[in-house]
Structures are given as structure tokens and as C-alpha cells.
């Protein structure tokens, strides 16, 4: 069978109209000869206010006519405009598919050189840098490159890593100015096409203390008494000298200890027992080490 017909007094074309299958039930009277109550639709949301909006934006509005003898005041339903994204631009970077303008960065990334920093000539300066936001990119996404903007020239290692490194240089003895440096970190990443740059300042001054550490401090009762040390500065470039002092109840006399290079220093001595208040060393540039109490114990080896 087909064709149309029209029903409701023409309201409804028979045919075109697909309705849900559903059935409401409406409380009837109990007793015989009882008037049936009114058949309430406004009770029904969805008929008297209409629907929507749905996952498309679609909005359906009151049943029209609606079965009352009034109609009842619908609400407003506003059918939903979805937002468009533009991602920001990447300063500098061209479009692959155009070649021109900017390629949308990933938001938040951005290169940091690290904070800057203090030393003095002959230390090893380092250069630790990172991308900002970066822990949702690919793996080995991301390239990275060191480069010297001011200061007297030095030599970079591993200036194509995250981080880098360099030997401040030495400086006139009696020189008092602070030499500064900067350095520019490039960080690309290659799946979103875009590229940072941050600087670093490092400032590098004559009078500032260098830092010594000691190693080991032995002793041992064997030979009238033995005594050794192992002590390093940060000063590396072989600038820097050492001395040790024992402390005996008074301050001994400050005697020089051995190069070793790469500011490592050593000092050993027989006939000598362990001072009573422990050793003090001092670099030639003023930094200080002390101890009163030993690394290890050195024994003499048994021989049957």
C-alpha cells in the first residue's frame, strides 16, 4: 500500500510524518459514571518545551498544535555553535604547506637555558637546558643548539646537547673585573615544525673563593707514623695551588702539596704521626678545606 492522507483537519500528511512508537497512559476513574479527569500534557517536557539541542545543534521546539484547549509557555532552547580552535603561531616559522606565514607551536613550548650563573676563571661551567612542555612530543623529537652571543671566545662541548659545557678562562693576576658571557639555546622540534631560543648569562669573577674538597685523609702507625692526603679544586685549567697545614695543637706551616693535574692534589709523609687537631688546606685562591678525622685506615699487610 501507499500514497498519503491527511489527517488532524490537514494538520498531519499520513505517510511523511514517522513517529516514535511509544504509549502514555493516563490515570483512569474507578468508579462508573465518574467524569474521566483531563488529559494533561503539559506534564510532558519534552511535548510542551520541546527538545534540543542535540549532538548536531538541532533544537525541536512545542508540539504545535498542542492539545489543550490553551497552549502552555514554552521554554527557549538555543541550539549549540560549536567554537573553532586556531592554535598560536610559532614566532619565526614557516608554513610547509603554504610557505608563508606561521606554523601553529605547540602551546607552551618554549627553550630554557637554565638560570644564570656565577663562577671564576678555571672552573668547569655548566649549561643544562630543557624545552618547557615538552613531555607530550615524540621521542627524539627535539634537537638542540648552543651558541655564544658576547664575551671573550670560548670553546663549547656539547653544544649540540641539552646541555654544554665550557672552562671560564683564566684572567691576569691581580685582576679584580668580572668577565661575563652569554649563550643562546635553540631547540627545535620537528613534529610541530617550530623552534625556540632562550639565553643564559654566566658572569665569571677573579675574586671569588674556589671550592676545595678533600678526597681521602689516611694514616697509619706503621714507619714512625704515615699520613696522606688526596684533595681536588674546582679550578681545573692548572691554575691553582695547594698547601696542607697539620694541626698539632697549634697551626703547622703551610706546606705545598702535589700537583697532580686537573686540579687534583696529593700529600704523603712518613715519620710523621696523625695531628692531633687534624689537617687544614687552602688553595692559592683562598677556598678552605679542613678535617679532623680520617677517610680510611690504612693496616699493614700480615706475612706469615
Not at 606561521?102 to 676563571?121: Q, Y
Not at 692531633?276 to 706475612?303: E, H, N, V, Y
Amino acid at each position: 500500500m501507499g500514497g498519503t492522507k491527511a489527517t488532524n483537519g490537514g494538520q498531519i500528511t499520513a505517510g511523511q510524518y514517522v513517529a516514535p512508537v511509544t504509549e502514555w497512559i493516563f490515570p483512569e476513574p474507578g468508579v462508573p459514571g465518574h467524569q474521566p479527569g483531563k488529559l494533561d500534557f503539559t506534564t510532558f517536557g519534552w511535548l510542551r518545551d520541546g527538545l534540543g539541542p542535540d549532538s548536531a545543534g538541532n533544537v525541536w521546539g512545542q508540539l504545535d498544535p498542542f492539545p489543550d484547549s490553551t497552549t502552555p509557555s514554552a521554554k527557549t532552547c538555543t541550539a549549540i555553535t560549536t567554537p573553532t580552535y586556531s592554535a598560536p603561531a610559532a614566532s619565526g616559522t614557516t608554513d610547509p604547506g603554504t610557505g608563508t606565514g606561521t606554523t601553529p607551536a605547540l602551546s607552551g613550548f618554549a627553550a630554557n637555558a637554565g638560570p644564570d650563573v656565577n663562577t671564576r676563571p678555571g672552573v668547569v661551567v655548566k649549561l643544562s637546558g630543557k624545552a618547557d612542555n615538552s613531555s607530550t612530543l615524540p621521542a627524539n623529537d627535539l634537537t638542540y643548539s648552543w651558541t655564544q652571543v658576547s664575551g671573550p671566545t670560548v670553546t663549547l662541548t656539547g653544544g649540540a646537547s641539552a646541555t654544554a659545557s665550557f672552562t671560564a678562562p683564566a684572567q691576569p693576576s691581580g685582576a679584580t673585573a668580572v668577565v661575563k658571557y652569554s649563550f643562546a639555546l635553540t631547540v627545535k622540534s620537528a613534529s610541530e615544525a617550530t623552534n625556540s631560543t632562550d639565553t643564559v648569562d654566566v658572569s665569571s669573577d677573579p675574586t671569588a673563593l674556589d671550592t676545595v674538597v678533600i678526597d681521602s685523609y689516611t694514616t697509619t702507625t706503621q714507619n714512625g707514623g704515615t699520613v696522606a692526603v688526596t684533595a681536588h679544586t674546582n679550578v681545573v685549567d692548572g691554575t691553582a695551588k695547594m698547601t696542607i697545614q697539620l694541626v698539632n695543637g697549634a697551626t703547622g706551616t703551610a706546606i705545598a702539596m702535589a700537583d697532580a693535574g686537573g686540579g687534583k692534589f696529593t700529600y704523603n709523609v712518613r715519620s710523621t704521626k696523625k695531628p692531633t687537631g687534624g689537617i687544614i688546606l687552602t688553595s692559592s685562591f683562598k677556598g678552605k678545606a679542613t678535617s679532623t678525622t680520617t677517610t680510611t685506615k690504612r693496616r699493614r699487610s700480615l706475612r706469615s
